[in-house]
Every structure is written in structure tokens, then in C-alpha cells.
């Protein structure tokens, strides 16, 4: 079974600055889809950013970029110039061809003005 | 576009009520729509995997005598929870994929989410 993990309950961040959220995954796939969602308090489930496994190129999408390490296994979130919106909870997710998707616990970002 | 919409978006009943959420693709057909139940805090949890026209395929310890989940068309699928205790009370959570012709396999698809459900049984 495919299994996600992101090792930091809760991360801070200073206004403007640039921070990074680790996950890592364990599959035996070599095709499959990994995905950045924030959550705001709302509760709304907001893509943010994906990556294709068979793509070496890390995607990014403005301030948001991703580290992909496919043979680590490794998948981290990198915001750039922080804002007062990025503040929410972020969750790592994998996808494969079984359909399903499999969520991180969670980070909960916190942005200081 | 990829609009899901998810109704009620809040709900409180009484213990030993049934409770029907509805989940619609507003602006594309899918096939395959997933349920996901949140605790506080905690992450996303896969309850079942709604297919339309046939049986949901439930995760590993999700009663689906409890959980019943009807797919009758390409654009909704409901939820309902039967006989609903306090224990249920949680946010349910459901997603979408586009049907896009032949461009690949549809779990190439991104998930679109509804904005969510909270249920609170008391």
C-alpha cells in the first residue's frame, strides 16, 4: 500500500520569505501522480501544485515549486515570497493507476506579517 | 471549469437520523467520484470510490451498510448516512475527476473537491 508522510505538524514562515514542506511516499509504481492541496479555514481542498513522476522537470506554478526527488522519494513544497493567504493547512497527496488518492497528515503553515 | 459542488454544506440532526449528501460535477461528466470523511485536525480519509452505474467500492473498515452511496448519473453522486450516531459527526468530503477522451488514463486527472459538508449528529 502506498503510504505519505509529512513529517512536519507545523511550519512558520516570516512575510516575504521562502519556506519548504517536506513529504515523502513509499510505492513500488513507477508511474503515478503527486499533488500539493492547501486547505484553508474554509475548508476548501485547493490544488496547488502537480507532478508527473515520469517527468524529471520539477513543476512550478508562480511562487510555488516543488523539489522532486523520484529515486529519494522525496517531494517537497517550496513557497517563495510568502503572503498572509498562503497560511493553511497543506497536504501531500500520491495518486497511481488504482484510482484512489492518499493523503499526508498535514502541515499547518503559519505566515507572520 | 471542473466545478464540484456539494450539498448540504452544513448539517445538525438527531441521533438516529439519516443524513443524504449530494455531490455534483456542475461543469463536466465523471465517471468516478470519491468520499472522504476529515476528523478535526487530522488528514483526509478515502471512505469509498463511487462508480456510476455500479456498486462503490468501500475502504477497509467503512461500513457500507452505514454509508450507503448512490452514483446515478455522470454528474452526482449522494451519500447517506444511516442511522446516524455522534460518532459520524465529522466533514465529508467529495471529489471528481474530468472525463477527458482518450488523453490518458483518467487518474491523470487532477481531483476536484467539493467545498465539503460538516456534520454534526447530537
Known amino acids: 500500500a502506498q503510504t505519505v508522510t509529512q513529517s512536519q505538524p507545523e511550519m512558520s514562515v516570516q512575510e516575504a520569505e521562502t519556506v519548504t514542506l517536506s513529504c515523502t511516499y513509499d510505492?513500488?509504481?513507477?508511474?503515478?501522480?503527486l499533488f500539493w492541496y492547501k486547505q484553508p479555514p474554509s475548508r476548501q481542498m485547493i490544488l496547488v501544485i502537480r507532478?508527473?513522476?515520469?517527468?524529471?522537470q520539477n513543476a512550478t506554478e508562480n511562487r510555488f515549486s516543488v523539489n522532486f526527488q523520484k529515486a529519494a522519494k522525496s517531494f517537497s513544497l517550496k513557497i517563495s515570497d510568502s503572503q498572509l493567504g498562503d497560511a493553511a493547512m497543506y497536504f501531500c497527496?500520491?495518486?497511481?493507476?488504482?484510482?484512489?488518492?492518499?493523503f499526508g497528515a498535514g502541515t499547518r503553515l503559519t505566515v507572520k506579517p | 471549469g471542473a466545478v464540484v459542488s456539494q450539498h448540504p454544506s452544513w448539517v445538525i440532526c438527531k441521533s438516529g437520523t439519516s443524513v443524504k449528501i449530494e455531490c455534483r460535477s456542475l461543469?463536466?461528466?465523471?465517471?468516478?467520484m470519491f468520499w472522504y470523511r476529515q476528523f478535526p485536525k487530522q488528514s483526509l480519509m478515502l471512505m469509498a470510490t463511487?462508480?456510476?452505474?455500479?456498486?462503490?467500492?468501500?475502504e477497509q473498515g467503512v461500513e457500507k451498510d452505514k454509508f450507503l452511496i448512490n452514483h446515478a448519473s455522470l454528474t452526482l453522486s449522494t451519500l447517506t448516512v444511516t442511522s446516524a450516531h455522534p460518532e459520524d459527526s465529522s466533514f465529508y468530503i467529495c471529489?471528481?475527476?474530468?472525463?477527458?477522451?482518450?488523453?490518458?488514463?483518467?487518474?491523470?486527472?487532477?481531483?476536484?473537491f467539493g467545498d465539503g459538508t460538516r456534520l454534526s449528529i447530537l
Open positions: 471529489s471528481a475527476s474530468k472525463i477527458i477522451g482518450t488523453a490518458g488514463p483518467m487518474w491523470h486527472q487532477p481531483q476536484h
Open positions: 510505492t513500488s509504481e513507477s508511474d503515478y501522480y
Open positions: 507532478q508527473e513522476a515520469y517527468k524529471q
Open positions: 497527496a500520491y495518486r497511481s493507476g488504482n484510482n484512489d488518492m492518499r
Open positions: 461543469d463536466f461528466q465523471a465517471t468516478t
Open positions: 463511487s462508480n456510476e452505474g455500479s456498486k462503490a467500492t468501500y
